[in-house]
């Protein structure tokens, strides 16, 4: 379903964000919002997303260490 494929693709942006592939992380947090926009009752989920989303995009703005 929707919502667990949401959850899986959010835990896998996590995953990609520590391993700092912050493109992919960003495709697979984009990809969990969207699983999540078309669940009901899925607010918190999205907010937490929505905020994954901007950490990696602030990591994707800074310069390379």
Not at 7 to 18: N, Y
Not at 31 to 51: G, P, V, Y
């Amino acid at each position: 379903d929707r919502y667990e494929a949401g959850t899986t693709r959010h835990d896998a942006a996590i995953d990609l964000l520590k391993a700092k592939h912050f493109a992919e992380a960003l495709d697979w947090a984009h990809a969990a919002l969207r699983d999540f926009e078309a669940c009901a009752n899925a607010d918190d989920e999205i907010a937490k997303t929505l905020r994954l989303i901007r950490a990696i995009e602030s990591r994707l703005d800074q310069p390379p260490q």
